[in-house]
């Protein structure tokens, strides 16, 4: 078997999870008529299922490859998500990856107590599992977390998926380096947060795959202004990572500290901040934005459109696309 072998320099764009469901296959089809390499669907709690939507995604299209970011390993079993993965690679070979987590706290803990006391145990037991299975390998030993000895899938993909572990902080990214095929930074990922990481990952042969908030417009700074609702969670101390490798770090700090909230904090932060925790501007500077991921080593970077109009915001990202001038 062989492993499916994306290269460096694709660009994707992001399934909003709260997408009208009548919209999500005609959006499906014109991101991979628009030029768009991928398309990702998320698996949030309480909204729809990635493997759901992976499945009609990739029956509606011909080309475009579909990743899922991201599976909650703490509430899928990893034999039966071996099966839906495989499942799909089969039918549509070389045009899936699978993105894996350990989840939110707030929604494993609310999703049935599915929170481990050990995240990184899981996702290496996890992960180290998920691709064995895939391969058509017998599940290792049991773990702490994750039991499949001796499991084997009678049905394995000849083009075996990617799987990439959606995690931050130095010891996960390292975990992604040792477990699995590369890592998935959520947003914001400037090119100093994706530098940063690979240092973590340990690796130069890995996948890298990046989400960032979006916005493209003829006039840069009316872009610029419709991003700024996606930035107003990155000043809560979890996004730590992200924020550390930027030069502005302390600033930023301090500015968050003086907002009354997120809100606050997103619409009076300076423009050069946004601009760089963003993909927006007009599309010559988007399209900037996105040859500098490449360029600190993101394989791929995932466009997430913002606004009430996600049809009319493909359109607008898609301006941003190599070859487009």
């Known amino acids: 078997m062989t492993e499916s072998n994306h290269l460096p320099g694709r660009v994707g764009v992001m399934l909003p999870r709260d997408l009208p469901v009548r919209q999500l296959l005609p959006y499906a089809r014109r991101a991979e008529q628009a030029g768009f390499d991928e398309l990702w669907v998320v698996e949030d709690l309480g909204w729809r299922g990635g493997i759901a939507q992976a499945a009609s995604v990739l029956a509606a299209t011909e080309r475009i490859t579909v990743g899922i970011g991201i599976l909650p390993a703490g509430a899928r079993n990893v034999c039966f998500a071996a099966m839906e993965l495989a499942t799909l690679a089969q039918l549509h070979p070389g045009r899936l990856t699978a993105g894996v987590g350990h989840g939110m706290r707030d929604w494993m803990e609310q999703a049935g107590g599915a929170w481990p006391a050990s995240p ?4 290496r037991e996890y992960t180290t599992a998920l691709r ?3 391969r058509g390998e017998a599940g290792p030993a049991d773990g702490r977390y994750v039991r499949c000895a001796g499991v084997r899938l009678t049905e394995t993909p000849d083009v075996v998926p990617p799987v990439v572990l959606g ?9 992604a380096g040792e477990s699995a095929d590369g890592l998935l930074l959520a947003e914001p990922a400037p090119p100093a947060y994706i530098a940063a990481s690979l240092g ?11 989400y960032d908030v979006a916005a493209v417009d003829r006039d840069g700074d009316a872009a610029v202004e ?6 107003a969670a990155i000043g809560e101390p979890d996004w730590a990572p992200h924020i550390d490798p ?4 302390a600033e930023f700090r301090a500015h968050r500290a003086a907002s009354a909230d997120g809100e606050e904090f997103a619409r009076t932060m300076p423009a050069e901040w946004v601009r760089a925790l963003a993909v927006t501007g007009t599309p010559e500077q988007a399209r900037a934005a996105i040859a500098a991921r490449h360029a600190a080593g993101a394989t791929g970077v995932v466009l997430a459109p913002v606004g009430p109009d996600p049809l009319g915001a493909l359109e607008s990202l898609a301006l941003a696309l190599p070859g487009k001038e």
């Open 226 to 231: 419709r991003v700024r609702p996606g930035l």
């Open 120 to 123: 990184l145990t899981l996702l």
């Open 246 to 249: 930027l030069p502005f770090a």
């Open 132 to 134: 064995a299975l895939l």
């Open 200 to 210: 973590h990952l340990g690796r130069t042969d890995a996948q890298v795959v990046t």
């Open 167 to 175: 995690v931050r902080g130095p010891r996960s990214q390292a975990l």
